[in-house]
């Protein structure tokens, strides 16, 4: 993909990669002419703030807590994207914050940004907080978009009693990392032979993947009995 200066206001296709809150999405380049991994840019949604999920440090750490419904904003986003062909452009880029870039992006004719906040799954932030700049194009339409789903109470903005509490996970110890508070064997024991759900959170490489295991959310690597593969230039 082009430089950041270059891409400003420049749109481009691309496929996402990964979701890794319910306003951020890693995006990699459909095509590429180099050896490894496609090139990738991470996009922030402009304008938007989504509940903080617990920083992968921490989660991996065990004893992490989200924000209130972070954990159904991020998944909102990734069950409506991940994997697919997207168009997006880079909106403005904060240097204040790790140079990090906040960009439109479009699922089909679909402005996901516009999906998030209909939905109630993010907050708006306003003009006044921001530079001049730096602020979606849609921003009007955002805001009128937020008020609807307040009304409405949708999303992070429910009105049922104790929504809020219920939604936040408290995460186990995870078997990635540092995990020495991990019970492995405990969760052999109880779990060996039965089938399992859970929701792919990264693919390692061809043989090994890490998931979170449902409906505790343990954060496991495993690996494909009988596969032998090439190791990734990058992990």
Not at 19 to 35: E, F, K, P
Request: proline share 6%; aromatic share 8%; hydrophobic share 40%.
């Amino acid at each position: 993909m082009a430089s950041v200066a270059a891409s400003e206001n420049q749109w481009f296709k691309g496929r996402v990669k990964a979701v890794t809150s319910g306003d951020c999405l890693v995006i990699t380049a459909l095509t590429h002419n180099r050896a490894g991994p496609p090139p990738e840019k991470t996009i922030t949604l402009s304008s938007l703030m989504a509940p903080k999920l617990v920083s992968p440090p921490q989660a991996r750490r065990g004893g992490g807590i989200d924000e209130p419904f972070a954990w159904e904003s991020r998944e909102f986003l990734r069950k409506l994207c991940i994997g697919k062909e997207v168009t997006f452009k880079v909106d403005y880029k904060v240097e204040a914050i790790a140079g990090r870039e906040f960009g439109s992006v479009y699922l089909a004719n679909e402005n996901l940004a516009k999906l998030v906040v209909q939905n109630g799954w993010a907050k708006v932030r306003e003009p006044g907080q921001q530079n001049k700049d730096k602020v979606s194009p849609c921003i009007s339409e955002l805001l009128q978009l937020e008020e609807l789903a307040k009304q409405e109470g949708l999303g992070r903005w429910s009105k049922v009693p104790g929504a809020a509490e219920a939604s936040v996970r408290n995460l186990p110890p995870s078997a990635v990392g540092d995990s020495g508070n991990f019970d492995a064997m405990g969760l052999l024991a109880a779990s060996k032979g039965k089938p399992m759900e859970a929701i792919v959170e990264q693919v390692r490489d061809g043989s090994t993947i890490r998931v979170y295991l449902l409906p505790e959310y343990q954060f496991v690597q495993v690996f494909v009995a009988g596969l032998q593969v090439c190791s990734p230039v990058f992990v």
